[in-house]
Structure formats: C-alpha cells, structure tokens
C-alpha cells in the first residue's frame, strides 16, 4: 500500500487548504485513513480520522467545527478541509492507514496504522 499526500502550502490566518491522500496498491476497503500532524519541536498528533466502512469520523478537539474528514470512495482518496487555520495549525500533515478494520475507539491512535504518506507541509502566516 502507499499513501500520496498533497494540498499543502502557505496559507494567511483564517484561511483554508483541502489536503488529499491517495491510496495505491492493495488497498482495503474497510481500513480507517487518518491525519496526523506535526510541528518542529513537538510530538506527532492525531487530527482527525474515518472508518471507511461505518463513514463515522473523529477529530481532535482543537480542529473540531474547522476540519472535515471526507472519503471518495471512486476516487481512493481521503480528504481533509480545513478552514480557519491559524498558525496552531503549521505541521507536516500526514496520512495513514491499515490492513483491515480496528475498533472504532482505537483509530486515533497512531500506532495501529502501518502504512503512512511522506507528508504534506501546511504553513499558517499571522
């Protein structure tokens, strides 16, 4: 399996990017894709995820009501709007997935994912 990432750049505060993943190879069709994100000097965090078989999403508190989470299923492709950065939000965003389907409550966890993209870099100006 292999993730391509893209969509990010640099964007002013209160401004929105749309990241993509693009998932080639032996893909599963239940597997969840999740973002990750991470900034120079901090650990990588969870940002937002979706179980590709229930459609259900989860995020992390600080994106809630900003990012949305989509799936085209057509397309293989996971997407990430993200509207009102701020410059909280400069990270390398990357995504993953997995072989198969994992409890719901789990997908926000990194360590369940083994298959990740190179990362896309999104910068927020003040």
């Known amino acids: 399996v292999q993730l391509q990432a893209s969509g990010g750049g640099l964007v002013q505060a209160g401004g929105s990017l749309r990241l993509n993943c693009a998932a080639s190879g032996r893909t599963s069709s239940s597997a969840p894709v999740a973002w990750f994100r991470q900034a120079p000097g901090k650990e990588r965090e969870f940002v937002a995820a979706?179980?590709?078989?229930?459609?259900?999403?989860v995020y992390e508190d600080s994106v809630k009501g900003r990012f949305t989470i989509s799936r085209d299923k057509a397309k293989n492709t996971v997407s990430l709007e993200m509207n009102n950065l701020t410059p909280e939000d400069t990270a390398v965003y990357s995504c993953?997935?997995?072989?198969?389907?994992?409890?719901?409550?789990?997908?926000?966890?990194?360590?369940?994912?083994?298959?990740w993209g190179q990362g896309t870099q999104v910068t927020v100006s003040s």
């Open positions: 979706i179980d590709t078989w229930t459609t259900n999403t």
């Open positions: 993953a997935t997995r072989d198969g389907r994992i409890v719901f409550s789990a997908i926000h966890r990194a360590e369940v994912y083994n298959y």
